[in-house]
């Protein structure tokens, strides 16, 4: 079925006008006409099956009928990327989407010499991707800050996997600021393991608890991080940093990577 | 360094002329000139410095130096992938080659249309990829086969994950012919944990052996599987089926996403 996102707030009996683009599509791409019956949600009050009551050359009309599912949102995972080029930056928001990220925030490094984005139309690749992915939520794509700044003020309950593809010393020792950084999928299990023993010191275990602890991952410009950055990133308490194999991968495909190692050890898959 | 595939012997002393694409982008688009180094790789013999010892109009001339690093090759991993649209196809081949796939074989399913495909083209985008995240060697690309084909000839020492994203019942047992998919980590896991106990049984376990068993991973076209067909792929015995999370992922997302958790696994990551 399709489904359409739309900022009306949804409850049975109620009309919803699709904006001009949406209602093109509906009509004169997808040939949909009077009766037909498409699902909504806004976000905030679940999926709704519409129908459509009215064709005229303006749009069109639906009318929301009864709830699919109730509100419901994926696990408390945030993307950091630095603004990469404009192909895969779309890549990899859309891809974000469908692997279930809340927010995208956009930084500059000092490596990153773009600092122009088009956020309304990465947002609309976000509510793109959510439409099809079958979410009922939409991540936020939030406007590019200095990588610098994110950090002063980031909330260090919320861990920061930081996926250091280059400059780790072959020889070196395992963890601490210059030991060598973990395969991500231990580096989660490992501080998923940490962290859940000292829960347990406090309170009893509890699942959702775990569950819930806040993530975000941060991904780098082409070039990478400077030996600088670097640096600062390991020397944060809610840093961990982590490997993604021997190869040299893209950005696009390190956050696809990283997104899915998260949700497979940590998330809802 | 920029890396170049070629397909002559590599040894010291001898003498390569790049093809013409490929010289335009060393002296054109890099702006290389004698005295310059690259390195070449051609899938045999290792990975070799070599510097230009000639530019003309008509193209270069490169002399090979000394050897860089020996011949390796990734895990044996395979990536079966039904025809899907141009720009996913392309996405997944180059994806599959960041991500140490040895091998991508094109198949027909019964929801897929297309099966016209520019095979030399594809083969193209699997050598710059190889050249751009640095291995040793390309996966080859197979011309199209109908599913059928290739799964009555499969060798059934290769085993086959089948990324069920459609039509389980979530009310069935797990496992089983008509049960429940496992995620997919989950499964590459029951299935390593059972390869092992059934090797020791036999013989001393030896991590060699559990490195070299081979795999490949099953994506299908955008519209899914026919009910027969994932009756038909459920009934192997070299099939193992699993899920890929609550979200529906478009191909060139789940090709990736299933490629990383087999890595992160089962790989050299």
Known sequence: MIRLFVPNDLTAGV????????????????????????????????????????????????????????QHFPPDLELVVALVKRAPL??????????????????????TNSDHVKLERLQTIAVEAAE?????????????????TLLQDWDPSRRLVFCDEAGDDPSAEWGGPDGRAKP???????????ENAAQHEVQHFSPEAQQNSPWAVLIGPEGGFDPEERRRLRS???????????RILRADTAAIAALTLWQAALGDW
């Open 184 to 194: 991500l999928l231990q580096a989660l299990k490992s501080e998923n393991a940490a």
């Open 236 to 246: 944060l308490p809610f840093v961990t940093p982590a490997t993604l194999g021997p």
């Open 90 to 111: 779309e890549t990899i928001i859309e891809k974000a989407t469908e692997l279930g990220v809340r927010r995208i925030h956009l930084v500059m490094t000092r490596r």
């Open 132 to 148: 099809q992915t079958g979410r009922l939520d939409v991540p936020e794509v939030v406007k590019p800050l200095k990588l610098e």
């Open 15 to 70: 009309g919803v006008e699709p904006k001009p683009d949406q209602a093109r599509y509906l009509t004169a791409v997808m040939r949909l006409g009077p009766g037909a019956e498409i699902a909504l949600f806004n976000g905030r009050d679940g999926e709704w099956l519409a129908r459509i009551s009215e064709v005229s050359r303006r749009g069109c009309h639906l009318v929301v009928r009864e709830m699919l599912r109730g």
